[in-house]
């Protein structure tokens, strides 16, 4: 199994990037997936999910309104939008996919410096 991340970057405050993650290996229309960011120092935290199945979502309140988790099950990838950026943005992003017998897959991660 392997997810890779890409999209990440240098971005300006207020700008956007758009995050893909292409998975193999798997049955990716089975797997719930979510991205994952670790702040510098800080524990990892969890984005937003969406589900396998009928691709239902969900934000924490401080990336509602401004991050979009989406999945194209054809092309076996998940997407994170992420708009009007903020410094405390910055961190490493990762892919995660979880199956409903909890099996669990991560990718390496991208990088994503929100900074003028």
């Known amino acids: 199994v392997q997810l890779v991340e890409s999209g990440g970057g240098l971005v300006q405050p207020g700008g956007s990037l758009r995050l893909s993650c292409a998975a193999s290996g798997l049955t990716f229309s089975m797997y719930a997936m979510s991205w994952y960011r670790q702040p510098p120092g800080k524990e990892r935290e969890l984005v937003a999910p969406?589900?396998?199945?009928?691709?239902?979502?969900n934000y924490t309140d401080s990336m509602k309104g401004r991050f979009t988790i989406s999945r194209d099950n054809a092309k076996n990838t998940v997407y994170l939008q992420m708009n009007s950026l903020k410094p405390e943005d910055t961190a490493v992003y990762y892919c995660?996919?979880?199956?409903?017998?909890?099996?669990?897959?991560w990718g390496q991660g991208t990088q994503v410096t929100v900074s003028s």
């Open positions: 995660h996919a979880r199956s409903w017998t909890g099996i669990n897959y």
């Open positions: 969406i589900t396998s199945a009928s691709g239902s979502t």
